[in-house]
């Protein structure tokens, strides 16, 4: 797993992200956390319900990075390696920021018994082998992440959580820049079985996500953020990324196919040959 003096080229996009992710490093200590809030009770007590799987989330991508830095070396993915540190401080920052929040507005998220099924999702993607797996539900978490962010950013910008999502999105940006690059690089050489997994967790995560909305639409409601909103831009988003990454049953059978005429042409253009070749050896 350790080696000397490993392979990084220059060109390489993913060390590029890297240079952009220690320079977009920033600390709690540059932010003013003296803006306005604007709530009180009981918006606040709503507030820290609905912040709560995003707060998981910032967890979770903080811890599995660590995991996911060594199935990089093992693969020797030095770019990769030295981008998933800056994505782990990114996620340390966000949880940082987030314990604070919940500080200042003197509240506590929900327990984990509230959000049973997010946490085991979590847990799965934390004891995950492969590091695809653990990329692809991290996007998802992710883009749920920037949509939730994205609402206070359009609908109370300026109040302190607002101008704190606009500094967290432009952290995630380059999270999904990665995902987008690193799995795109394997787009044509993923098995399907691979494929399927990604797409059974994508299943279950939107189910997940579905049902904490239902359970918290009155809360989110109250703060006065549309959850419906969120997660239809979120089936949105995670749409996008399955046909860019080639995932869906319909396009890889059409891609399949494509290659299977491919091969047919191919076969039929060489016998065609054989053929051609073998009269006119024999009118010889
Ligand atoms: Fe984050
Ligand atoms: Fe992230």
Redesign the pocket.
């Known amino acids: 797993m350790i080696r000397v003096f490993p392979d990084l080229r220059d060109d390489d996009p993913i060390l590029a992200l890297f240079h952009k992710g220690v320079k977009g490093q920033w600390s709690a200590s540059e932010f003013d956390w003296t803006l306005p809030f604007g709530f009180h009770e009981p918006e606040a007590a709503s507030f820290a319900r609905i912040l709560t799987p995003v707060y998981l ?2 967890q979770t ?1 903080m811890l599995g990075a660590s995991t996911i830095l060594q199935h990089f070396a093992m693969e020797h993915e030095t770019s990769a390696e030295l981008y998933i540190t800056t ?1 782990m401080l ?2 340390a920052r ?1 949880f940082e920021m987030l314990t604070r929040v919940y500080k200042l507005l003197h509240q506590t998220p929900l327990e984990m018994r509230d959000l049973r099924e997010m946490f085991r999702y979590h847990h799965r993607l934390l004891k995950s082998k492969h590091r695809i797996d653990w990329l692809f539900g ?1 996007l998802v ?2 883009l749920f ?1 920037k949509n939730f962010y994205g609402a206070f950013r359009k609908y109370f910008p300026d109040t302190l959580f607002g101008k704190l999502s606009v500094r967290i999105i432009s ?2 940006a380059r ?1 999904q820049a990665f995902a987008e690059h690193y799995l795109g690089a394997l787009r044509d050489e993923l098995p399907h079985e691979v494929r399927d997994r990604l797409l059974e967790m994508r299943d279950d995560l939107l189910f997940i996500m579905q049902g904490m909305l239902r359970r918290l639409a009155p809360d989110a409601a109250l703060v006065g953020i549309d959850g419906y909103a969120i997660m239809q831009e979120l089936e949105h988003d995670v749409k996008r990324k399955v046909d860019i990454l080639g995932l869906e049953q319909e396009e890889r059978e059409a891609v399949l196919r494509a290659e299977e005429e491919a091969e047919h042409a191919a076969a039929a253009e060489a016998s065609a040959e054989l053929v051609a070749t073998s009269d006119t050896s024999a009118s010889e």
Do not use: P
């Open positions: 989330g910032e991508a994505f990114d996620e966000h991290i978490s992710d992440a952290d995630e999270h």
